[in-house]
């Protein structure tokens, strides 16, 4: 397993589900329901749409001035990423 920063955790209990970063993401092709890309940022395996949307996610930092609690999606997707990239076992 491998840890998620303390501010990761923290960003992630903060945020309100409201969708507003998905809204203005260029990148995402499918629907994504925010509670599972929340969940599965830290736990379990990755269902293939969540898995398709972090290998899409290029970065751009569309999702972060919308989001009404100011919190960082590009971060908690970059953090998706590394799972990825590290296997089903991080
Ligand atoms: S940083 Fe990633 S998730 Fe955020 S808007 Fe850009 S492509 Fe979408
Ligand atoms: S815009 Fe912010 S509060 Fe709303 S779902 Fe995205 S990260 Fe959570």
């Known amino acids: 397993m ?3 920063t ?6 992630l209990t903060a945020c ?3 969708s507003e970063c998905l809204l203005a ?3 995402l092709a499918e629907a994504i329901p925010i509670k599972a890309l929340n969940w599965e940022t830290l736990h379990g395996p990755l269902s293939p749409d ?6 899409r996610c290029y970065q751009c930092g569309a999702c972060v001035p919308v989001c009404p609690v100011g919190l960082h999606r590009d971060a908690m997707m970059l953090w ?8 089903p076992d991080s």
Do not use: S, T, W
């Open 6 to 11: 303390p501010q990761l955790m923290e960003e």
């Open 80 to 87: 998706l990423k590394v799972r990825l990239l590290l296997g």
């Open 25 to 27: 993401c260029p990148a």
């Open 16 to 18: 309100i589900a409201c």
């Open 2 to 4: 491998h840890y998620a």
């Open 50 to 55: 969540i898995a398709r949307f972090a290998q």
